[in-house]
């Protein structure tokens, strides 16, 4: 009777995962070679439902990976590549240790070199996918691009980082892509909107980084490789789809102005070929030279009832967007040197606006200061010299406060030495219930087209507007309190007369004109209903009342927090009017 | 004179001869002449006379002997290389010495006959001439003229020879011209003081020099004193010669156009080297078995972009089905800006909170800052570090599809119907009954609906008219009241009370004459049974005097302290339950007709904690600490056993029609047992915030009622169907408070009124409530 005895860990998911040793063993790599391998094929660990089933009986801590993952990599060519490259560094060792310098010279000839195309077009079937997943390779592109050419990484790298992050940009002009921006204590963050896909990148500001010790330069560097292939034939297909030439080039106009006038300051053209390309002021050349684009309308569909709302609703985005799109178009913007340049260019030009800057900040400028035209001067110190009549002289947040709000802010809080408004993520979508800004309700009412109350004129009534809203306030909580009164009376009255009914027995008997109770219907029905709603939680299940639990202490804790958040803020508030009218 | 000649300069004695036999014969000719003694003299043939030399002269011509040692091959003394280096030289600048050679003709022609001075004179200008020319052959020409010059020109004058001129000190003359004539000293009697003059008078004293040779005082020109000073001084004697002159190079890469030899090409130039041949099979075996690579061609594809997704084809598309995209990383909000509003800044304590927190637990890994402009906004230190964190996330973590719940949790909330429309239940608290003062632990309703009786723990059991809350009666125990029942038999009117180990029955008599009658009747029955049961456990008695007044007419007497008692549907038997763990007397069913009392089981089973008597048929509940057992008193066997899944029950109720039980326990649960479905809780119920004391069913409503420490009574509405395939619905109607909870406890017992709506509460705070 019975057959074999059946052997644990034989069939089931012990079998469907394998430790990360043994892959690597399976794969005869070092770790490092499968650590570059694991990132460039984008091949990453698995937690196993039943971590003691398939760790085989013991609980250590193992990293999993699924065994299909690494039958796949099994074939991967650049497996082979690895191989061959090890293989080399051995050969070169020997080599070098004979002193064979010819064989050294013939082996570096043949130093291997692989290719990541075909990865990238495995991992990224369609052009949308690898689109989508843009958004880490530009961070890490704009942080390498950053980098002093010292050693953390190879120069060329670096160069082509560069060179990468500077053709996205223009793309971004190119296609008026960009849709937020948001300056933050990291760096600057923006976010374009590229076929559909909405890509956020961070740009650290520039200064030179402390390079800590503790960050594998190994892993980013892979990763940057990888990065920078997919990079390019992103950029490849995008310039493409917008008829721009690849290898981008100036506009022939652009070009012969530049030309005139920095001859003399570069050295090589092919050297400040991408200078002057990431001085991001002129515009591309084009395969097929186009005057305008022609704006593609939205087909009318004949519609009915509740989708003719939506479409309005969409049109009047379009619209908007459209408007976004050509926020700057017709100012004229002079960039002072202490502002980053590149940022406020980048800005200025993806909205249409015309900028320059001083000739010895970057080469590009296009018309000096003194150019009567000029409507607004970005400056960031407290106060400037010369000063010309006809332009405004504002801080840089402005541009990037314009554009998140989607329209010309007035400039009067933006000049020069004046405290800044709080500057918003635009990133933020707050859901009723959350906690809103002040600022950001301002904003939103400039964007509906109210006309803000001039502030400094009417500072005291704004005050006293204030004060009557607190006092609003308070009598709206004063009304909440004495509801809460009212329950607490008739609670009372009620234990009153219980103690009169229970004592009454001995005591006299009296029987006393009772009041007629008002009852609020409204209120009752209320209650009744929180009531059931009560009654029928109690008879929840187990799990779904964990998480009913669970979800109501998160939608708890969330009002808290926004409660919390007003709190601090009336109470600066407060602090602020009182400091200003101990002032006066 | 050829002899003599020649033991001078070598070079110096046969170039005369040379030139006048082949004025035209190019310099490096001579130059390999030179060569020739050179090796002549290696290869001893130094001893052979001057004929041989003049007639390895006459070979020359042919150069036969020359292309056996070609430059190229030749290695001797340093001097040999120069010259070497010379002819070479020449040979590159062959065009210049077809003019050289004229020049020196010139120069011998012309200058023959002249003196020393104007030789030195024209020495200048010819190098003045030659200077184009490279230094080296100029320096070569020098020799060449020096030699042949000289040693004609001062045998002109004197044939001595060389030699010492002491010789010819006494004599009058100093040797002899050509013709053979002496050469007489001048008359020189100079003696000092004519020495002196001479120096006084003779500006060109300092520059007079006596010649040995011929005797005669010879002036030095300017040149001649300069050439002196300049050799004094260690210079190179021509005033025009550059030391510094740029080097030319005499192998260059540049090729030939004649051939350095004119030699005809070994045989072995024509055949391909057997050693090559070897080295070269070599080399192809090794690149044909590939181990060495051919140098790889610059590719220069890698670095270029294309169009990579020009075709998408979907098969590769369903493979990454699995893939999960890593999730993007999450925007930043207000606080991260580098001028956030006010409120998002952090207060002190937050701060200092935020510090003492563990990185991983902190809610944002940064502080927010705020910067009163854009330029003092300084570079963020841990900028590398999050990207290389976000690195590692993206290789490093494991990855699973959570699906978010993205519940409305309205819709969690299970739809029951509406309490409103399963009224009537009891919803207001409406009497309270005092006068108890302490716990009460027991209540229960007369089966007509008219008396409440409750006992308490200050030893006295009070009886009350339901519908005015007023006590009627008390009776005193004398002891703590653990339970009490009514009779359920509407015909008698009897209660039994647990206090101790005794179980009283107490005759109220607060019903028609009738009835009290009956229960007389009843009390006094089974006198004659009595003898029967002597040996039992119980002892049963009747009471006299004062108890008698009271209302108290029996008394059974237990071994053990009894927790509870409760009565059989008809009213004639009674069981009483005596919790023990050693014993298998936990639980006494006495008749009150027959005054007997039998224990049913001989076995311990655990803790008995209550039992209950089914409503119709002949069934017993035990309720033990975990479970309860069904037991057939006709058949005398259990029937089921149901798990009730908690820890410790603490009370039980049968529901009238009999198939439902729910047990209440004291880890706050409820469990309702379908005893059609299964000995597991059809539905466990967890109201209760603390442990479940009483629980109780309506005789006529679908509703039931439970009480816990938490001082809430809880009205459910259970609809029991008639159709067996549809389940009990359970919807808990109404929350009843109104006890105060005292010293942990908080509802102690809990019973329905037998035809109202209405739930009886006793609790902890010595009151006693009606609800309606």
Redesign the interface.
Known sequence: MGGLQKKKYERGSATNYITRNKARKKLSLSLPDF?RL??LK??????PKHKKKVNKGSTAPR??YLLKDIRFLLHEPIVGKFREYKVFVRKLKKAYGKTEWSSVE?LK??KP?Y?L?HI????????I??L??I??AL??CF?FSTFARTGKCHVQTIQ?CRRLTVEWMNYVIASRALKKV??????I?YQAEAMGQLI?WLV??Q?S????T???YR??AT?TEFYTTLL??I???LY?SLNLL?PPKLDVKAESELKEENDDDYAMNSESYLEKLSALSASLARVVSTAEEEEAELDQFPVEGEDMANMEAREREQKQEEAQKKLFEGLKFFLNR???RESLAFLIRCFGGEVSWDKSVCIGSTYEVTDETITHQIV??PNIDKQYINRYYI???WVYDCVNAKIILPVEDYFLGV??P????P??EEKDGDYV???KLKIMALQRGEKPAHEQEDEEEEEDDDEEEEEEEEEEEEDNEEGEDDEEAEEKNLKKM?EQ??QG?SLTVKVTAGKVKVENPARLEQE?KA??????????K?K?KY??DK??FG?KRKVREANK??A??KA?DDAEKSKKKARK | MEESSSSGTRSGAQRPKMKEKEPEKSVKKRNKEEEEEEEEEIFDFTKKSQEEDEDEEDEDASDSEDSVFSGLEDSGSDEDEEEEELSDDEDEEEVDLRVEPRHTQQVETGTVKKTEKEEEEKKKEKTETDEVEGGATEEAKREDEYVHDSSDEEDIRNTVGNVPMEWYRDFPHIGYNLDGKKIYKPIRNKDELDDFLDKMENPDYWRTVPDKQTGSDVVLSDEQVQLVNRLQRGQFGDANFNEYEPQVEFFSRDVMLHPVTNRPADKRSFIPSLIEKEKVSKLVHAIKMGW??P??VE?D???R?????AN???S??AR?KM?L??P??P????Q?????????LF?DEERAMWEQQDPCDRKLP?V??KF????Q?????R??????E???D???????RKMR?N?N?ED?????P???DLQPFPTTQSL?Y?GHSGLVRSISVSPSGQWLASGSDDGSVRFWEVCS??CLRTVQVGGAVKSLAWNPNLSVCLLAVALDSVVLVLSPSLADRQVVLSSERLLSAPQEAEPNEGAGPVTWSETEGEELTQGIRLKIQHPKAVQQVTWHAKGDYLASVMPDHSSHMQVLIHQLSRRRSQNPFRKNKGLVQCVSFHPVRPYFFVGTQRSVRIYNLVKQEMTKKLQANSKWISSMAVHPGGDHVICGSYDCRLSWFDLDLSTKPYKM???HKKAVRGVAYHRLYPLFASASDDGAV?VCHGTVYNDLLQNPL??????LRGHDITADLGVLDVTFHPTQPWVFSSGADATVRLFT
């Open positions: 650590r694991c990132i984008g091949i990453y660990p698995h937690e990293t999993f013939r000839e043949n070199v290719k195309d990238i077009k495995e991992r990224y079937p369609s052009f996918d690898a989508r997943d958004d880490d961070c890490m942080l082509l948001f300056i933050s204590i990291k760096g963050y956020t650290p500001y200064f980084h402390d390079h800590p503790d960050v594998d892993v980013m990763f390019g034939f950029n490849f297909r493409h690849y202490e502002v980053p960031d110190r801080q840089p947040q405290t800044l709080p500057h918003l993520s990133f933020v800004p002040p600022e219980e009914r229970s027995k009744e009531e059931e709603k009560r009654l029928a939680i109690m008879m929840m187990k779904e998480l009913y979800i109501m939608k958040l007003a601090k803020r600066h | 060495i690579k140098r790889r590719d594809s890698r670095g972009y294309y169009d990579l997704w998408e084809d979907s590769i598309l990454h893939h995209p890593a993007k990383i925007l930043p909000g207000h991260e800006s580098y001028n956030p509003p006010p409120e998002y207060t940064f927010p800052r009163s402009s854009l330029r906004v300084p570079a963020f230190s900028f590398i570090h999050e990207r290389f976000r690195c590692l993206l290789y490093l973590c494991p990855r699973q719940v519940v949790p969690l909330i299970p739809k029951l509406k309490p409103k309270v005092r809350s007023r119920l967890r109201h809880i359970l919807v808990p109607v109404k929350v």
